[in-house]
């Protein structure tokens, strides 16, 4: 199993960047499909990027894609998400989760989740 911890978020303005990482523990780390969702208050938690345990595919919402990487260093046990042009409606709690198998866009397949990072982009 992997435990992800996230860390990064913090309070920008409009257009800044933003680099989130989640480091998790575990030796199995590079077998797992990594996600990032987000959390805006009264909104369900939303879909906001994938990466395949090798790196090779990464996925994207509609809404991010362009804007937001996804990437992973195996031999670091971490996965980063590098937020560019952030927005006043990227302002959301975000969360690493880890699946084993195949992407998928939906949070009820991903097994281990962190704790978040609040992430707040002021206009």
């Known amino acids: 199993q992997v435990q992800p911890v996230e860390s990064g978020g913090g309070l920008v303005q409009a257009g800044d960047s933003l680099r989130l990482s989640c480091a998790a523990s575990?030796?199995?780390?590079?077998?797992?499909?990594m996600g990032w969702f987000r959390q805006a208050p009264g909104k369900e938690r939303e879909f906001v990027a994938a990466?395949?345990?090798?790196?090779?595919?990464?996925y994207y919402a509609d809404s991010v894609k362009g804007r937001f990487t996804i990437s992973r260093d195996n031999a670091k046990n971490t996965v980063y998400l590098q937020m560019n042009s952030l927005k006043p409606e990227d302002t959301a709690i975000y969360y690493c989760a880890a699946k084993l198998g195949l992407v998928s866009v939906r949070n009820d397949e991903y097994k281990y989740w962190g704790q978040g990072t609040q992430v707040t982009v002021s206009s």
């Open positions: 575990g030796r199995t780390f590079s077998s797992y499909t």
């Open positions: 990466i395949t345990w090798s790196g090779g595919s990464t």
